[in-house]
């Protein structure tokens, strides 16, 4: 599998509004799904990278541009989670939840989920 690189905040957010919509998509499609209010030649310019990148497929019907992803939400999710996870905790899952749990960030339902989780993973 290619390395796939870690995007921009903005170019994560246009790939989370097409991976919210039903591919293909336009760029007008993109700029009405994302929270920001990109001007359309922002949008233009973040498929535009995307597509270079190999993130999207761009496909000309007519006057028209639409962008498919080629790289699924879960796969670039899988991706950046063990990246974060090495480059901010040494590779380890257990410093990460350690961190959170000293920050306060873990109410007793998160260490309930965390707990039924990881039982269902170890059968």
Known sequence: MKEIKRLPDAELAVMQAIWSLQPPVTAADVQQHT???WKATSVLT??????EK???????EGRQ????????QEQYLQRESRSFVERLCGGSVKNLVASLSDAGALTEDDIDELRAF??????
């Open 35 to 37: 929270e920001k209010n």
């Open 46 to 51: 973040f498929l535009s990278r995307l597509c």
């Open 54 to 60: 190999g993130f999207l497929r761009c496909e000309k």
């Open 65 to 72: 541009n639409f962008y498919t992803p080629l790289i699924g």
């Open 118 to 123: 990881l039982d269902a993973q170890a059968k």
